[in-house]
């Protein structure tokens, strides 16, 4: 079966392959892994809200829906972030929460529109000290699924010959955003209290430019520095790296930084040079967190459509007093793709978002193609006791003769993929 047939009929992938189960069985044991870590520090399991009428904490474009009975849209959830906050100061002081986030983004090797995360928010507790659980937290989950901290990983798929190592083992290194942009670019950045400027953000045009960094409308400071980071500080993040002290304007949820104006107390966790976990010391101030959401729409006003809305909601909240807090999220997707040596979040999710099929178009690759790559020949393997229908028949081979060969029940049970 070529990878379409097998991401739009996982049932028929689940039969022929073994080792496509196993990958699943992996990721039970990530999330299992996480809910207990997370419960021996006494966090309790929460559920927030699906639909929303503002979609709020993280900075992406929301679906939509409609609520006929209310008359009013709605949007899909992007993130539970201000709803677990909400619970903090409602005196529930470790809050965590597994479940899906919606984003009407673009579908590629990394990104589903409908993805799982874990969020949790721990009062008394700040970006410091998520980096010190972190760590913990991962290395111990490596350790435990895979009996060692350094995993093999084929960036280019399974059957390719490129393998890279990638080790979790205590400490992973740290970043500052900012110094490590003047350090790779060996340029002098603005002053961090200057970001907001004018001048600043021609500066990052200028470097974007310059370096041919493609940036898409609105070219605002936020966004060409992230695009700057992704080239040039992301692309070094092979092992798990922090990237810390993100800049105030790129980080409207999150406190601003207790010894340098302008940064604010966040990290990214990234490894194999993708995005595994976002956190950062929560603002609690609800005056700068309306300044901040105003800012916010200031950028979708200039058409920045995954830009935050103003949630005065939330503020109110915050105007009854939020502790101080630290707050994180870790795509379960995205680690379960390095654990289970998967180079496409396709293989970590049993039914993923595909584009609708073409009338008389089963397969993107050669008609006929059989498990072993074999363009035109297809072969069904069945163990002593197991049949499979005609209708399965069909649905592999299509109008293709289908040679049907006997394996013996141990080695198929010894997870032999044919």
């Known amino acids: 079966m070529n990878k379409d047939t097998r991401y739009r009929q996982r049932y028929l992938d689940l039969i022929m392959n073994n080792s496509v189960i196993n990958k699943f069985t992996t990721r039970n044991k990530i999330t299992s892994f996480v809910r207990d870590y997370l419960r021996n520090m006494d966090f309790v399991e929460v559920e927030t809200p699906m ?21 009013m849209k709605l949007y899909m959830r992007i993130a539970p972030e201000l709803y677990l906050k909400m619970l903090i100061v409602g005196g529930m002081n470790r809050v965590f929460e597994i479940g899906k986030n919606f984003r009407n983004e673009g ?68 970043i500052p955003m900012m110094k490590g942009l003047e350090e790779a670019l060996k340029v002098k950045m603005p002053k961090n209290t200057d970001l907001h400027l004018e001048s600043s953000r021609e500066f990052f045009d ?4 310059q370096h041919d960094i493609k940036c898409s409308a609105p070219r605002t400071t936020a966004r060409l520095i992230d695009k700057l980071v992704g080239e ?16 105030q304007l790129m980080s409207p949820l999150a406190k601003w930084h207790r010894s340098e104006p302008g940064l604010s107390e966040r ?6 040079y993708h995005e595994i976990i976002n956190a950062y010391t929560e603002l609690n101030d609800p005056k700068v967190q309306l300044e901040a959401f105003q800012g916010q729409a200031s950028a979708k006003d200039a058409g920045d459509l995954e830009a935050q809305h103003v949630d005065q909601s939330f503020v109110t909240a915050l105007e009854y007093g939020l502790p101080p807090t630290g707050g994180w999220g870790m795509g379960i997707d995205r680690i379960t793709m390095l654990l289970t040596d998967s180079n496409n979040i396709k293989e970590v999710m049993l039914f993923p ?23 035109g020949k297809n072969t069904l393997f069945l163990t002593e006791n197991t049949q499979l ?3 399965i028949v069909n649905e592999m081979c299509g109008s293709n003769k289908a040679e049907v ?12 993929d044919f």
Do not use: Q, W
Not at 206 to 209: A, D, M, T, W
């Open 353 to 375: 978002a595909m584009k609708p099929n073409e009338a008389g178009a089963k397969e993107d690759g050669p008609k006929g193609e059989a498990p072993g790559g074999d363009a």
């Open 405 to 416: 060969k006997n394996v013996k029940a141990a080695d198929y049970k010894a997870n032999k």
């Open 51 to 71: 639909m929303n009428m503002i979609p709020g904490g993280a900075t992406a474009r929301p679906f939509e829906t409609y609520h006929n009975e209310l008359d």
């Open 107 to 174: 579908i590629d090797m990394t990104h589903n529109p409908e993805f799982t995360t874990c969020e949790f928010y721990m009062a008394y507790a700040d970006y410091n000290d998520l980096m010190d659980m972190t760590e913990d937290m991962l290395s111990k989950m490596v350790y435990a699924i895979h009996g060692k901290y350094e995993i093999d990983y084929h960036p280019d798929g399974p059957e390719s010959d490129k393998v890279i190592k990638i080790n979790f083992a205590k400490p992973f290194k740290r």
């Open 389 to 391: 229908l005609p209708k």
């Open 267 to 272: 990290f990214e966790l990234f490894a194999n």
């Open 232 to 247: 040039f500080i992301e692309t070094g993040c092979k092992d798990p790296t922090f990237i810390t002290d993100t800049p």
């Open 206 to 209: 200028k470097l974007c430019k």
